[in-house]
C-alpha cells in the first residue's frame, strides 16, 4: 500500500487512526499490529512470512541473549546476525551473485549451468531487517532488556508508518515508546488537537514534497536517463541536478509522512533528513542524509571496525567498508557499489587534503569571508554528490559510464536543452524547473520553521500554510500513485 495511494489517504489512515483513540487502551497494540500486517500484506501477501522468520529469530535471540553469559552470548547473536544477513543474502543478492559470477565464468569460455531463480525482493526487506537487528545487538551489549511479549516485539519491527522505508529505528526509542503505552504500565495515549495537526501538517509536507516536486522531477530524469546515448552534456547535467532533488523529496517526503502519521497517534520517530544539501562537505552530508542508515552503520559497522582510532591506513579502510557496503545495502548491482565506493573516496579524499585546502584557503583570503567559503563548500559538496548521483539511477555500469562521458565530452549547448524540450510537454519542463526553484527556498525555510517550540501557528496563519500545502499539490501534483523510490530496497 502506497502512501500517495488512494487506499492509504481515504481508507487506512483514517481508519487506523480513528480506531486508535475510540479503542479501549489494552486492545491499541493489537490494533496496530493487524493494522501493520494489512499494510505490508497489500503488497505481496506471502512475503509476510519472511518477516514472521525475522521476528521470531530476534524475538527469542534477545530472551536468550539476556539470560545467557560469556560465550553463549555471543553465539545467539551471531546466530541472529547469520540468519538475519543470509535471509537479505538470499533474497537481495543471490541474482546478482549468480549473474556476475556467470559473466565472469562465460567470459573465461565456460559454462556455467546456475538458473537465475527469478527472486523477487521484499518489500522494505532491508529497512526491517536492520531494524530488527539493532534490538539483538543492543540486548547484547546490555543497552535494552529483551522484549517478553512478542506482539510488542512484533509490533516494533512492523510498525506500519516506517515499515517499508524508515526511518531504522533502535528499540531505545520506538520500542520503548511502544512499552510505555502498553497494557499495565499506566500510560495513556490521548487524542490531542495540537499533535494532530502537527502530524497532518507534516504529512501534507511529505505529500507535497513527493507528488509536486520529487514526480514531476522524475519525468523528466526518466527521460533522459532512459536514453543516454540522445543527450548532451546540458541535458544530462539538468536531469542529474533534477534526479538530486527528485530523490531527496521522494525519500524524505516518505519519512515526513511516516513520522506525520506516528506523531497524530503519539510517537515520535527519529528524524532522517536535516536540508542535507546545505552541507559543506561530503561528511555533513552523511550527518544530514538518512540519518538512521548512517548511525547504523557508524555504531554497528565502523565503531566495531575501529573507527578512526586506529593507524591513518587502516582508518581509510574502514571508511571505504563502511560506503561500499553501505552501497551494496541499497541495491544488488555494481552501480551501487560504484556510489558507495565514490562516497568513501570524496571523504577518505577530503582527509587527505585537508592540509593543503587550509593553506589554500589562507592564502586565498577566504577564512577573511566566512559567507563566500561556505557558499563555495555548499556548492562543491552538492556537485560531488550530484555527480554520485549518476551511479545511483543509471540502470547499468554501462549506462553510468555513458552518461559520465557525454558529460564531459560533449559541448554544453543549448540546442541539447531544445532537444529535449522536444521530447517533453514545455510546460512540463517550465513547471518543473520553476517548482523546484521555489522549493530550493522553501525546504529550509520550512524546516527552521517546523523547529521552533509551536510550529504549528493557530488562527488564519495556520490555516493559511495548510490550504497553500493543498492548493499546491491539488493544482500543481503529478498523480498516478508513483512508487517511492526507496521502497526497492
Not at 556476475?100 to 526487506?125: E, K, T
Not at 547484547?140 to 517478553?148: C, D, N, S, T
Not at 502519521?261 to 528524524?271: E, Q, S, T, W
Not at 510550529?455 to 492548493?471: E, I, R, S
Request: glycine letters at 8%; aromatic letters at 18%; charged letters at 15%.
Amino acid at each position: 500500500m502506497l502512501f500517495n495511494s488512494f487506499e492509504f489517504i481515504c481508507i487506512f489512515f483514517p481508519l487506523v487512526t480513528a480506531l486508535y483513540f475510540l479503542l479501549p487502551h489494552r486492545w491499541r497494540w493489537l490494533l496496530l499490529l493487524v493494522a501493520s500486517c494489512w499494510f505490508y500484506m497489500a503488497f505481496v501477501p506471502v512475503y509476510i512470512l519472511i518477516l514472521a522468520f525475522t521476528i521470531g529469530v530476534d524475538y527469542f535471540a534477545g530472551i536468550w541473549i539476556e539470560r545467557s553469559e560469556g560465550r553463549k552470548r555471543r553465539l545467539v547473536l551471531t546466530a541472529s546476525i547469520v540468519a538475519n544477513v543470509g535471509v537479505l543474502a538470499f533474497f537481495k543478492y543471490f541474482n546478482f551473485l549468480n549473474e556476475s559470477i556467470a559473466g565472469l565464468v562465460r567470459g573465461m569460455g565456460f559454462n556455467y549451468g546456475v538458473p537465475d531463480l527469478g527472486i523477487l525482493l521484499p518489500i522494505g526487506l532491508s529497512f526491517h531487517t536492520f531494524q530488527s537487528l539493532s534490538y539483538t545487538i543492543e540486548v547484547y551489549r546490555r543497552h535494552q532488556k529483551a522484549e517478553h511479549r512478542p506482539g510488542i516485539f512484533a509490533l516494533y519491527v512492523m510498525f506500519y508508518p516506517q515499515l517499508v522505508a524508515g526511518p531504522i529505528e533502535r528499540p531505545g526509542n520506538l520500542l520503548n515508546q511502544i512499552n510505555a503505552t502498553a497494557p499495565g504500565t499506566g500510560m495513556r495515549s490521548h487524542f490531542s488537537y495540537d499533535r494532530t495537526v502537527e502530524g497532518l501538517r507534516q504529512m501534507l509536507w511529505g505529500f507535497f514534497k513527493k507528488v509536486v516536486i520529487a514526480d514531476r522531477c522524475a519525468v523528466v530524469v526518466d527521460q533522459v536517463y532512459g536514453a543516454p546515448d540522445h543527450y548532451g552534456a546540458l541535458a544530462i547535467a539538468l536531469a542529474t541536478w533534477l534526479f538530486a532533488v527528485q530523490i531527496y523529496c521522494d525519500f524524505s517526503g516518505y519519512t515526513d509522512i511516516a513520522l506525520g502519521a506516528a506523531r497524530v497517534m503519539g510517537f515520535h520517530l527519529m528524524v532522517n533528513f536535516r536540508t542535507p544539501y546545505l552541507s559543506r562537505s561530503i561528511s555533513e552530508f552523511w550527518g544530514r542524509w538518512h540519518i538512521s542508515l548512517s548511525s547504523w552503520f557508524r555504531d554497528y559497522l565502523y565503531i566495531p571496525l575501529g573507527g578512526n582510532r586506529v593507524v591513518r591506513w587502516r582508518w581509510y579502510y574502514n571508511l571505504m567498508v563502511v560506503f561500499v557496503v553501505s552501497g551494496l545495502w541499497h541495491g544488488a548491482n555494481w552501480t551501487y557499489v560504484i556510489w558507495g565506493g565514490l562516497h568513501g573516496s570524496y571523504l577518505i579524499l577530503a582527509l587527505v587534503s585537508a592540509p593543503l585546502l587550509a593553506r589554500l584557503t589562507a592564502g586565498t583570503g577566504l577564512d577573511r569571508r566566512p559567507g563566500l567559503k561556505r557558499a563555495l563548500n555548499i556548492f562543491i559538496t552538492v556537485q560531488l554528490v550530484s555527480f554520485a548521483w549518476i551511479f545511483f539511477r543509471a540502470g547499468t555500469v554501462h549506462e553510468a559510464f555513458t552518461l559520465v562521458q557525454r558529460l564531459f565530452t560533449t559541448p554544453w549547448a543549448w540546442a541539447d536543452l531544445q532537444r529535449l524540450l522536444a521530447d517533453l510537454p514545455r510546460s512540463m519542463l517550465d513547471l518543473t524547473v520553476v517548482l523546484v526553484l521555489a522549493f530550493l527556498v522553501m525546504d529550509p525555510l520550512y524546516d527552521a520553521w517546523a523547529k521552533c517550540e509551536k510550529p504549528v501557528p493557530k488562527g488564519l496563519l495556520g490555516t493559511t500554510l495548510f490550504a497553500a500545502l493543498l492548493v499546491g499539490i491539488l493544482l500543481f501534483g503529478y498523480f498516478g500513485a508513483t512508487s517511492f523510490i526507496y521502497f526497492q530496497f
